[in-house]
């Protein structure tokens, strides 16, 4: 699936407030999936598939000049992430004023 039509999915299933983005200084090949614009979890930036399949990931460089490869999650595996952080966001007022820096976790608080 296009990464597109999936981020139209989960506006349209989960919650508006969803978006896939590619951050400019970000790693080719990798996209990010917010929430009101805080980062959640990380997915292909171009197609993301239903089955696990190992040869579709990326090289991610390593010091040394040498890298790792690193499988893309898969539509279900993202989707659970997603639900289960929005979950505990929608669940507990502490978690979501963490996740969203307010509260006690303001900038202010937090290096009081």
Not at 21 to 35: C, K, P, Q
Request: glycine share 10%; hydrophobic share 30%; proline share 3%.
């Amino acid at each position: 699936m296009k990464i597109q039509e999936f981020e139209k999915q989960l506006q349209k299933d989960i919650d508006k407030d969803i978006t896939i983005e590619h951050a400019e200084n970000g790693v080719d090949g990798l996209s990010g999936i917010y929430y009101k614009g805080k980062f959640i979890v990380g997915c292909p930036q171009n197609e993301i598939r239903e089955e696990v399949d190992t040869g579709y990931g990326i090289e991610i460089p390593r010091p040394g000049d040498t890298y790792v490869f690193i499988r893309h999650r898969t539509i279900s595996e993202v989707t659970g992430m997603l639900k289960g952080t929005l979950n505990n966001i929608k669940d507990s007022k502490d978690y979501s004023d963490a996740f969203f820096g307010e509260g006690d976790y303001t900038d202010d608080k937090l290096k009081a």
